[in-house]
């Protein structure tokens, strides 16, 4: 027994020092810290840009409105221009200019308008736009039929008003709104893209080491060397399992911590999250468990693969599995609960959002989330020791 556990301390050491000179794995850490950051803050800085530059046009500069049959509604045209849109001249086919992208927005009148508003009718109206369009160019079309719908709203107020009739008789809620969400719980956007920025980097910096310590080895002939020694082949395997933990959760911690300095220094005005110490330290501790689920995965990949490049496309491959449960977290947004907080990486990313929003998650669905990781991870372990207890690990 003291013969194994010499034999894993003497190959973790050795599997540390070796990856610690090996400029891959060095650059892998350092690329995971640097690039989490500047992924999120560039999207982030470049949404900002955009929306600032969309808004400040939508503001300042007259929005053109192509309008068919101007001259039928003379009062909507002098409304639409008070409020900072552009009459143009319309096209000969509004459709087919809206779809080539000519004109954003075209607005007909038609000739049936002016009897139907005179006799205190509903008027036709028709805005003629592209719902195909990014958010960024829809804030044109929304500012044109919010104009639209407020001249709407004063026509019907002023012809109940003529007939004696007060306009709330048409109101009978007026809905005021409350925000409770703190200011870090408004970034939902954001906090929903950094579980799944985390868990791919924790992969990525676990995964070379992964291929180096298996297919690696079995490739440059020093596995068989290796297994030819008096330690148990099972203290090998968990030697080399521990080494891709130790670095996998190193990059997990390194990345939170350059993550939690790039919000407090980034120069974004819209971003308002603070991720405190106490916030990384939690979020480590309780997504570790994923750490071992990781490592466990790709060691045990890479120990079927014949080659460096074999385990590489495969592992390349099979970094993007865990992502995809979080995919759930944009689409539904569930809240942690006995149903999800067993699922490896699902639980984690719901973690990582909640802790980062100052909510409270239960203990208790916080220790289903690292036991049920912690199971997974154990199996993933179990079957690649029985793996390296065969010979045909040799190839």
């Not at 954003?104 to 008027?123: H, K, P, Y």
């Not at 203290?235 to 390194?254: D, H, M, N, R, V």
């Not at 719901?350 to 998650?361: A, P, S």
Request: aromatic share 8%; charged share 15%.
């Amino acid at each position: 027994m003291i013969s194994n556990w010499n034999g894993f301390r003497v190959i973790l050491v050795k599997e540390i020092v070796d990856n610690l000179r090996d400029r891959r794995t060095l650059m892998t850490m350092a690329v995971s810290i640097i690039a989490g950051p500047l992924i999120l803050f560039g999207f982030l800085w470049f949404a900002e840009k955009t929306v600032k530059q969309e808004t400040d046009l939508v503001n300042a500069d007259p929005i053109p409105l192509a309008v068919v049959g101007a001259e039928l509604a003379p009062n909507l045209i002098i409304w639409l221009e008070q409020n900072n849109i552009e009459i143009v001249a319309p096209p000969n086919n509004p459709e087919q200019a809206v779809n080539d992208g000519e004109h954003r927005v075209v607005l007909i009148i038609e000739a049936s308008f002016v009897d139907a508003f005179n006799t205190g009718r509903s008027a036709p109206l028709r805005l003629i736009h592209d719902s195909s369009l990014g958010g960024f160019k829809k804030l044109g079309f929304n500012t044109i039929s919010r104009a639209i719908r407020l001249y709407d709203s004063q026509i019907g107020s002023l012809r109940l008003q003529a007939r004696g009739i007060s306009p709330e008789v048409v109101r009978p809620i007026i809905l005021n709104v409350s925000d409770v969400a703190s200011a870090q719980a408004r970034n939902a956007e954001i906090l929903n893209m950094m579980p799944y920025l985390i868990i791919i980097f924790i992969m990525a910096g676990g995964m070379y080491l992964a291929i180096d310590t298996t297919a690696g080895e079995r490739e440059h002939g020093s596995l068989e060397s290796l297994l030819a020694q008096p330690t148990d082949r099972r203290y090998i395997l968990l030697a080399k399992l521990g080494a891709t933990i130790i670095f996998s959760a190193l990059t997990f911690l390194l990345v939170l911590i350059g993550l939690a300095l790039s919000f407090e220094f980034i120069p974004i005005e819209a971003i308002t999250i603070s991720i405190a110490a106490t916030k990384i330290t939690k979020i480590f501790l309780t997504c570790l468990p994923f750490v071992f689920v990781a490592c466990a995965l790709m060691v045990l990949l890479a120990s079927f693969t014949k080659s460096y490049k074999e385990a590489q496309s495969y592992l390349g491959m099979v970094m993007l599995v865990p992502s995809m449960p979080l995919v759930l977290l944009g689409f539904l947004a569930p809240a942690p609960s006995l149903s999800n907080m067993w699922v490896p990486s699902l639980s984690q990313g719901l973690i990582i959002i909640e802790t980062l929003k100052g909510e409270v998650i239960a203990w208790s669905l916080i220790g289903m989330s690292m036991l049920s990781s912690l199971v997974v991870a154990g199996i993933l372990s179990y079957i690649a020791i029985k793996l390296y207890q065969r010979e045909g690990i040799l190839g």
